[in-house]
T-cell receptor, first 118, second 111 residues
């Protein structure tokens, strides 16, 4: 399968600071990347769809000014959690979408970033 | 009604058993269907894509019934390493690749 990297894998920060998470597709170009959040024992929750060269599309209830997304190239998307608070502590996972023949897509996930806000 | 529904389990089975997971989806316009596997505190990994009436990969067989909006995953000869959460995933009606996840079914294979 395709390879998606995510950095950092784990971060602990103080309340009020900002944290940037990078997501890279290593062996294919991804015009679309997705950002998810997962709380313990819950399913993945889509936060936003990141499109290369355009503004991200946020899901209902996700604050776009708090979760800044930049998709600067076909292989890199970043998520910045601004003014983090303890309730933002979660497992953040990105995925990159690869288009296949016939117009189908497959999504490959990064290894995730575990954010702890103290 | 949830867009993708799965029995959360847990399914506790002995090694060597055959186990089947079911999933239903509500959007008849969904185009693509997948099974992902997620281990504890790890990211989901694509297990199988299901594009037609079904497909098989080794011990794993996925079936799709578009008329009933139903997807299944069959695991034969269960291994201890199969213990994980299995996520039923479908795409939305738009052609953006956006995925809709079921809550997952937990499988625990015991020796």
């Amino acid at each position: 399968g395709a390879v998606v990297s995510q950095h950092p894998s784990r971060v602990i920060c103080k309340s009020g600071t900002s944290v940037k998470i990078e997501c890279r597709s290593l062996d294919f170009q991804a015009t679309t990347m997705f950002w998810y959040r997962q709380f313990p024992k819950q399913s993945l929750m889509l936060m936003a769809t990141s499109n290369e060269g355009s503004k991200a599309t946020y899901e209902q209830g996700v604050e776009k000014d708090k979760f800044l997304i930049n998709h600067a190239s076909l292989t890199l998307s970043t998520l910045t959690v601004t003014s983090a608070h303890p309730e933002d502590s979660s497992f953040y996972i990105c995925s990159a979408s690869r288009r296949l023949a016939g117009g189908y897509y497959e999504q490959y996930f990064g290894p995730g970033t575990r954010l702890t806000v103290t | 009604r949830k867009e993708v529904e799965q029995d959360p389990g847990p399914f506790n089975v002995p090694e060597g058993a055959t186990v089947a997971f079911n999933c239903t989806y509500s959007n008849s316009a969904s185009q693509s269907f997948f099974w992902y596997r997620q281990d504890c505190r790890k990211e989901p990994k694509l297990l199988m894509s299901v594009y037609s009436s079904g497909n098989e990969d080794g011990r794993f067989t996925a079936q799709l019934n578009r008329a009933s909006q139903y997807i299944s995953l069959l695991i034969r000869d269960s291994k201890l390493s199969d213990s994980a959460t299995y996520l039923c995933v479908v795409t939305g009606s738009s052609n953006t690749g956006k995925l809709i996840f079921g809550q997952g079914t937990t499988l625990q294979v015991k020796p």
